[in-house]
T-cell receptor, first 116, second 115 residues
Framework: AQKITQTQPGMFVQEKEAVTLDCTYD???????LFWYKQPSSGEMIFLIY??????QNATEGRYSLNFQKARKSANLVISASQLGDSAMYFC?????????????FGSGTRLSIRP | GAVVSQHPSRVICKSGTSVKIECRSL??????MFWYRQFPKQSLMLMAT?????????EQGVEKDKFLINHASLTLSTLTVTSAHPEDSSFYIC???????????FGEGSWLTVV
């Protein structure tokens, strides 16, 4: 069975500071993918970053980077130089490739609030 | 980039009626789409996997006769909430996987209110 755990229900960060959102996972699939999504109050799910389990390097997309530690089964999202517009819910998600039939499951989310 | 469109964005229906929500992939073909439900301040819960040309695969605890899913083409999946009740009021959101499977695109979501 797959499981995604986000232990931070809410975080407050000062504008321009870096922030790390935690995500740990569990899966029996040998190959899997990890995602981070941002969900503002409007409800849309905005794709941020993807990390494949066999990727040698940590994924980066602009101000977003994924700190992937496979042995520890963690995939933390790092946002550098946070902005007021970063305030939103953030979800970590995982997709397996075999036993899970490519289903994508989500963690419980972290509500990030950026202080001016 | 790829876009997934969901319609309607908001719908209010009377108890006992049925309501259909559409999910379209606009510029790519999606053999697989996913339907999620999200209650306020909660995470997305996978309801079912919609497979083009075959029956949907429902998650445990999801009533397949109540939440009818049809994936008639490579660009369209529909979710019909039958005999809706107020407890069905929720945010329903679909997603589609591109051919490589490395990116999942989401629709804008549909807010359903059953009165």
């Amino acid at each position: 069975a797959q499981k995604i755990t986000q232990t931070q229900p809410g975080m407050f960060v000062q504008e321009k500071e870096a922030v790390t959102l935690d995500c740990t996972y569990d899966t029996s699939d040998p190959s899997y993918g990890l995602f981070w999504y941002k969900q503002p109050s409007s409800g849309e799910m905005i794709f941020l970053i993807y990390q494949g389990s066999y990727d040698q390097q940590n994924a980066t997309e602009g101000r977003y980077s994924l700190n992937f530690q496979k042995a520890r089964k963690s995939a933390n999202l790092v946002i550098s130089a946070s902005q007021l517009g970063d305030s939103a819910m953030y979800f970590c998600a995982m997709r397996g490739r075999y036993s899970s039939a490519s289903k994508i499951i989500f963690g419980s989310g972290t509500r990030l609030s950026i202080r001016p | 980039g790829a876009v997934v469109s969901q319609h309607p964005s908001r719908v209010i229906c009377k108890s006992g009626t049925s309501v259909k929500i559409e999910c379209r992939s606009l510029d790519f073909q999606a053999t697989t789409m996913f339907w999620y439900r999200q209650f306020p301040k909660q995470s997305l819960m996978l309801m079912a996997t919609s497979n083009e040309g075959s029956k949907a695969t429902y998650e445990q605890g999801v009533e397949k006769d109540k939440f009818l899913i049809n994936h008639a083409s490579l660009t369209l999946s529909t979710l019909t909430v039958t005999s809706a009740h107020p407890e069905d009021s929720s945010f329903y959101i679909c997603s589609a996987r591109d051919l490589l499977g490395n990116t999942i695109y989401f629709g804008e979501g549909s807010w359903l209110t059953v009165v």
